[in-house]
């Protein structure tokens, strides 16, 4: 679980072999959700323009949870609670495994990661 306060940054999962810290990865490495705008993002959008999924600003202080079904290969988010159905389908099986990712867009942003 993760929460969040002030700037921009996404949340999710990406190969740890293919992030890269210097560089935005949300639309080349992996699957994530926006939290300025709640869009979802992954190396599978090819306009690299973002998709609706929750479709609103996820506010400061806010708990995000990434729910991975590795059997299904199925990418959801937990916003509060509330869990916003599938956002990903990956649709080949995994050649390498995914760990949490944050890709910062700006600076001056707090994270604070919850266990």
């Known amino acids: 679980m993760l929460s969040a306060r002030g700037g921009f940054a996404l949340v999710g999962l990406a190969p ?20 300025k705008s709640g869009y979802s993002y992954s190396e599978l959008d090819e306009d690299m323009n973002g998709h609706p999924y929750r479709n609103a600003t996820i506010e400061n202080g806010s708990i995000i949870e990434v729910l991975f079904n590795q059997d299904r290969r199925e990418i959801s988010f937990s916003v509060d609670g509330t869990n916003h159905g599938v956002a990903f389908t990956i649709p080949q099986p995994l050649t390498e495994p995914l760990f949490p990712a944050v890709d910062i867009s700006q600076e001056g942003i707090t994270l604070l990661m919850l266990s």
Do not use: M, P
């Open 16 to 35: 740890k072999s293919r992030f890269d810290v210097n560089e935005k990865n949300h639309y080349k490495c992996g699957y994530y959700i926006f939290l």
